[in-house]
């Protein structure tokens, strides 16, 4: 299941989450993030109960976590673990990617 994350949520669903978190940030005019989109929608299906959680932030409408985490292109995914950043990948990442990001083996 992906979750819509904003500003007022970002530290209840990221930074305290007891899973590891894939956050993708993305903004809904930018190409590159629709293929984006798509893969990280069939990656969460494919995640087991409990194992990870997938969140999305539109860059455009939460603009100082854009700044926080310096996204200056998008589609960028962030991995967190703990409340902390594991992993940053920048571009159109394959599932087999962001399994690897999560540290999901």
């Known amino acids: 299941m992906l ?10 669903e990221v930074l305290k989450s007891e899973v590891p978190v ?15 989109g798509e893969i990280v929608d069939a990656f969460s299906r494919g995640l087991k109960e409990g194992e990870a959680k997938i969140c999305k932030v539109d860059v455009d409408t939460n603009p100082n976590l854009s700044f926080e985490y310096q996204i200056m292109s998008i589609p960028t995914m962030i991995a967190f673990k703990e409340g902390k ?10 599932e087999a990617k962001l399994r690897e990001m ?4």
């Open 22 to 36: 894939l956050v993708d940030f993305w903004a809904t005019w930018c190409g590159p993030c629709r293929i984006q």
């Open 3 to 12: 979750i819509n994350v904003t500003e007022d949520t970002f530290e209840q």
């Open 85 to 94: 950043v594991i992993a940053r990948e920048v571009g159109v990442r394959n």
């Open 102 to 105: 999560l540290n999901l083996g």
